[in-house]
C-alpha cells in the first residue's frame, strides 16, 4: 500500500510509526510527502484510522493530504481525522459545548465579523487600528496561563495586559460574543484549552480518542495549541511535529515555534531527524536562497540539492521606473514566458508580494494586458460584500442570537431601519433583557414582548420542562436514547414522562456522557416511534423549556420525521438564554448555575435530575424576567412596527431550514429579501451570489439532515482560509501575498515590490522585526521550481523616489542575470 517514492531518509521517517519524532528539515525536502506516507505506514501497523490526527495549516493541505492517501487507502481516508487547528476545536466544542456551558448552537464569527464588532464596543472608526487591537485581544487569550483557563476566570483579568480601560472593553467584547452564541478563532482554542485543563471528565474522554498525532508546520504553532496536542498525544506517545524554522512567519500573530519545540523535547523526548535533498528547485535558485539565508541572524537549516538537480536558469532582477511600469514588465514577462504557447499553464505562474496593494496594481496591470489572472480578492471571496450579506441572512436564520448578522442584514436591502433605530433598540434593550434579534421573530409581536406567551404559560398554563439525552451531536447521524419531562400546571409540576429508546447508532463516546451502554438500552429502550407518539402527545400545545436545548429540539423534531412521524410545530424557549439575559454570571451551564444560584436539585447529566434543576431554575429566572415585562412592551411599542414584515419571513426561512436543502433555502433568501434584486445589475456582485448558490449546491451533502449540512456549510465558509482557494487548476496567474503562498509551488514565481519599506515592510523593521521579514523572503523565494523574477519601483504613486530592497544585495549576485539595472542595485 507504499507510495514507493521516498528517499532512504524520508523512508526512514515514514517508518518510524511508534513513539514521538521531530522532523525539522529545510524547505523542499518532501516534509509533505513523508507526513501522508506516515499515515499509510501506521494503518498498516494495525493503528486503526478512526485513532489517527493529522493537523495541518490550512484547509488546502488537509485536502491534499486526504486527496494524496485516497490513491493508496481510498477506504480508511473518510475515518481520518485530518484538520486545522479551528477545525478540530470547532468539532470538539460541537461535542461538549452543553458539558461545558457554551451554547450548543455557537456560530464561528470570522476576522472580519470580529474585527467589526471591535469597533462597535471600542468606538473605532478607523479598520487598522481595530485589527491592531483585535491582535491584542487574541494575544490575550492565546497566552492565557493555566491559572486564566476558566469561564469563572475575571474577563477584566484575562485582558489585563491591555491597560484597565481597554480590559474593560474588552470583557465586553466577550460578553456580546458569548450573548450572540458566537465563537471567535482564538476562543476556539482557548475553550478547548479551558476544557481539557478544567473539566476531568471532558478530558479523559479526549486522552484516549487518538493514538497516532502528527503536526505539521510546526514552526508557525503556539504553546496554546501544542497544549492541546500534548493533551491527545501523552497516552499512546505517537507524536510526530514536523516543520522548518527557517520559514516562521507567524511570530507576529503569536507563534512562538523554539518554545513549543523545547517543550516538545521535553515532554515527549522525540527522535529527532532531518531531511536533506530538496526536490523542488534548480540548483541556481537553491543555491540563490541559501545564500539569501546566510543573512539570516540564526540560521536553522541547509539547503542540499537532490541529485540529478537541473542548473537552471540565473534570477531575473528588475528595476522599474514606477509601480505601473513594474507591473507592465511583470507582464511583460509573463507573456514572454507563454510564447506562442496554446497549452501554456497560466496556474503554474505566480505573483507574490508583501501587501495587498501590490497584487492590486499587478492585478490591475495584468488585466489590462489581457493576462488570465486571479487576485487575492477574488480568494476572499467569502469576504466579499455581498456574499457577507447573504451569509448573514442564513447565519441568523440558523443563530436567532446573532445580532451581528442581524444588523449586517439590516444593511442591504434598506428596510427604512436606521442606525439610529438600531441603536435606540440594542441600547434599551440591556436593561430590560431584549435583543435586537428578538424584532426578527413573530413571538415578539403578539403582545409586545417576546416572553409574553411563556409568563402566561407558567402562571397560568402548562410548561413541559425536558432534557434528552442523544449518541452525540449530528441531527443527521445520531439519535436521542432518553427523554424526561415533567409537565408544570401554573408553575406546580403535575406528571412526569420518562422513556428510554432502543438505538440504532451506538452510543459511543456518549455513554461517558449519560452513562446508558447500547446493551442497557437494547434492554431497556423502546422503539422510538412509539416513544415519540408518547411524548408529544404528553407535551399537547405545551410550549416545552430546556437547558441549552436549541440542539436538542432539532434532535427529536429529526428523529420523529425518520421514524415516520411528522412532528407538531413545538414552541419552545432556552433556560441558557434567559440565564443569560437576566442573571449576571461567569458561567451558564446548569452546574454553575445551580451552584451560584444554591439551588437544591443538582444535575447529575441523568435526564429526570438535570429536569428537576431546569425546573428550579426556571422557578429563579420567572420574576426576572417578568418584572421588565413593560419594559420590553414599551420598546416593541416604539420601534416594532419598521420590523414586523421581517420577523414573519425570518419563521418563514427557518421553518424552511428544516425542510429544505440549504441552496433551496438560500435561493429563497436571497429573492424573497430582495438582496438579489438589490444587486441586481452590479455585473460582479450578482455573478458572486450566483457563484455562492452554486458553491451551496456543490458542497450539500445529501446524506445530513439540512439543517446539519447548513451549519457545515457555514462553518466551511468561516473556516475556509484564503490560503484554502489559491487553486491550481483554474488557469490563471494567482496574485497573493507571500504569506498565502506558505506550502505551495510554481514553476515560474515572481516577486513584485521590492522595494525599501515595501519588503521588508516598513513598521516591522521599525518594531525589530527584520528577521522574520528576511524569512518571509526566503520563504517567497523557495516556492519557485524553474524561473525566479524579482521586481522592484523607484518611483512610489506619490513619486517619492525609492531603492531597491537591500535584500536583493543579500543574494550572491553571480546568480543574478546581468543586466544594466544592476548597477542600481550595488
Ligand atoms: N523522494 C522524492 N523524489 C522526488 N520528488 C520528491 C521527493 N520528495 C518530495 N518530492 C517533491 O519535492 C517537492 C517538495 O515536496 P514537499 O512539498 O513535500 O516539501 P516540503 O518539505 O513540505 O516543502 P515546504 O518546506 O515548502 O513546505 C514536491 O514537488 C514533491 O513532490
Known amino acids: ?97 452543553r458539558q461545558f456551558g457554551l451554547a450548543t448552537d455557537f456560530a464561528i464569527y470570522d476576522d472580519a465579523d470580529c474585527i467589526e464588532l471591535v469597533k462597535e464596543v471600542f468606538d473605532l472608526a478607523d479598520d487598522r487600528e481595530a485589527q491592531k487591537l483585535f491582535t491584542e485581544l487574541t494575544k490575550c487569550k492565546t497566552q492565557a496561563s493555566n491559572r486564566q483557563l476558566s469561564l469563572d476566570y475575571p474577563l477584566e483579568e484575562l485582558y489585563a495586559l491591555l491597560g484597565k480601560d481597554l480590559a474593560k472593553s474588552a470583557a465586553r467584547y466577550q460578553i456580546i460574543l458569548q450573548k450572540r452564541h458566537a465563537l471567535d478563532f482564538a476562543d476556539l482554542v482557548f475553550y478547548v484549552r479551558a476544557m481539557l485543563e478544567r473539566e476531568p471528565v471532558i478530558s479523559q474522554r479526549w486522552a484516549d480518542r487518538f493514538d497516532f498525532v502528527q503536526v505539521d508546520e510546526v514552526q508557525d504553532t503556539h504553546l496554546s495549541e501544542y497544549g492541546i496536542v500534548k493533551h491527545f498525544a501523552a497516552k499512546s506517545g505517537n507524536l510526530a511535529m514536523i516543520g522548518d524554522l ?6 507576529w500573530r503569536g507563534s512562538e515555534p523554539e518554545q513549543v ?98 497584487t492590486e496594481v499587478v492585478s490591475q496591470a495584468l488585466q489590462r494586458m489581457e493576462i488570465p489572472c486571479v487576485t487575492v480578492e477574488k480568494f476572499q471571496f467569502f469576504m466579499r460584500q455581498e456574499v457577507k450579506d447573504a451569509l448573514a441572512y442564513l447565519r441568523l436564520v440558523l443563530n436567532p442570537f446573532d445580532v451581528g448578522s442581524m444588523r449586517r442584514m439590516l444593511l442591504r436591502p434598506s428596510r427604512g431601519i436606521g442606525e439610529v433605530t438600531i441603536k435606540a433598540v440594542v441600547e434599551s434593550g440591556k436593561d430590560c433583557g431584549f435583543s435586537l434579534t428578538d424584532m426578527a421573530s413573530s413571538r415578539t409581536f403578539i403582545d409586545g414582548d417576546p416572553f409574553s406567551e411563556l409568563l402566561k404559560a407558567y402562571s397560568e398554563h402548562t410548561i413541559i420542562v425536558f432534557d434528552v439525552e442523544t449518541t452525540g451531536f449530528s441531527v443527521s447521524q445520531d439519535e436521542v436514547v432518553e427523554i424526561a419531562a415533567i409537565r408544570l400546571v401554573a408553575g406546580q409540576a403535575q406528571a412526569e414522562f420518562h422513556a428510554y429508546i432502543a438505538n440504532t447508532v451506538g ?12 446493551r442497557f438500552l437494547s434492554e431497556n429502550g423502546r422503539p422510538a416511534k412509539d416513544v415519540f407518539h408518547e411524548f408529544f402527545a404528553f407535551v399537547g400545545d405545551a410550549m416545552l423549556v430546556g437547558h441549552n436545548v436549541s440542539f436538542d429540539i432539532k434532535m427529536v423534531t429529526a428523529q420523529a420525521q425518520k421514524t415516520g412521524i411528522t412532528p407538531p410545530k413545538l414552541k419552545w424557549e432556552d433556560t441558557l438564554e434567559l440565564a443569560h439575559r437576566f442573571i449576571k454570571s461567569e458561567r451558564y451551564s446548569l452546574e454553575a448555575l445551580s451552584e451560584q444560584l444554591k439551588l437544591v436539585n443538582l444535575p447529575t447529566h441523568k435526564a429526570m435530575d438535570d429536569v428537576r434543576t431546569t425546573i428550579e431554575l426556571l422557578a429563579v429566572l420567572i420574576p426576572l424576567v417578568s418584572r421588565k415585562a413593560d419594559y420590553r412592551q414599551a420598546l416593541v411599542y416604539r420601534y416594532g412596527e419598521e420590523f ?56 450539500d451533502d445529501l446524506n445530513l439532515h439540512p439543517d446539519t449540512s447548513l451549519r457545515n456549510l457555514l462553518e466551511l465558509t468561516v473556516l475556509a482560509k484564503t490560503l484554502d482557494q489559491v487553486a491550481q487548476n483554474d488557469n490563471q496567474v494567482p496574485i497573493v501575498t507571500v504569506h498565502q503562498s506558505k506550502g505551495l509551488e510554481f514553476d515560474s514565481v515572481f516577486i513584485a515590490g521590492v522595494t525599501e519599506g515595501e519588503f521588508p515592510n516598513y513598521f516591522s523593521v521599525r518594531d525589530n522585526k527584520l528577521e522574520e521579514e528576511k524569512r518571509l523572503f526566503y520563504v517567497a523565494m523557495t516556492r519557485a521550481k524553474q524561473r525566479l523574477f524579482i ?25 543574478i542575470t546581468e543586466k544594466p539595472e544592476n548597477k542600481y542595485l550595488n
Open 1 to 97: 500500500m507504499y507510495s514507493n517514492e521516498l528517499n532512504p531518509e524520508q523512508s526512514a521517517i515514514a517508518g518510524h510509526t511508534k513513539g514521538a519524532i521531530l522532523v525539522l528539515a529545510p524547505v523542499g525536502t518532501g516534509k509533505t510527502r513523508v507526513l501522508a506516507e506516515r499515515v499509510l505506514r501506521a494503518i498498516d501497523r494495525g493503528i486503526s484510522p478512526q485513532k489517527i490526527l493529522c493537523l495541518t495549516f490550512t484547509n488546502r493541505a488537509a485536502k491534499e493530504m486526504s486527496a494524496r492517501l485516497s490513491q493508496y487507502c481510498p477506504d480508511q481516508v473518510r475515518h481520518l481525522t485530518i484538520k486545522t487547528f479551528h477545525g478540530l476545536c470547532a468539532s470538539l466544542l460541537r461535542v461538549e459545548a
Open 644 to 699: 414586523e414584515g421581517l420577523a414573519k419571513q425570518m419563521d418563514d426561512w427557518r421553518d424552511a431550514s428544516q425542510a429544505s436543502r440549504p441552496v433551496e433555502l438560500l435561493y429563497k433568501l436571497i429573492m424573497e429579501s430582495e438582496l438579489y434584486s438589490y444587486y441586481r445589475g452590479q455585473k460582479n456582485r450578482e455573478q458572486n451570489l450566483v457563484e455562492l448558490v452554486s458553491f451551496f449546491k456543490k458542497h
Open 791 to 815: 521586481s522592484a519601483y523607484s518611483k512610489d504613486s506619490r513619486d517619492y523616489s525609492k531603492s531597491p530592497s537591500e535584500f536583493i544585495n543579500e543574494i550572491p549576485l553571480d546568480l
Open 246 to 251: 527557517d520559514q516562521t512567519i507567524y511570530e
Open 261 to 358: 519545540i523545547a517543550q516538545f523535547k521535553q515532554d515527549f523526548k522525540p527522535t529527532e531527524y532531518s531531511l536533506t535533498w530538496n526536490y523542488r528547485a534548480t540548483q541556481t535558485l537553491l543555491n540563490a536562497a541559501s545564500g539569501f539565508a546566510d543573512s539570516f541572524e540564526h540560521r536553522q537549516t541547509t539547503i542540499s540539492p537532490s541529485p540529478n538537480c537541473e542548473l537552471g536558469e540565473l534570477i531575473e532582477v528588475h528595476l522599474a521606473e514606477d509601480e505601473r511600469a513594474e507591473a507592465e514588465w511583470i507582464g511583460t514577462q509573463i507573456r514572454k514566458l507563454a510564447g506562442d504557447r496554446k497549452d501554456f499553464s497560466y496556474s503554474r505562474v505566480a505573483v507574490l508580494a508583501r501587501n495587498h496593494k501590490r
Open 507 to 518: 452510543v459511543g463516546d456518549s455513554e461517558r456522557i449519560h452513562g446508558h451502554s447500547d
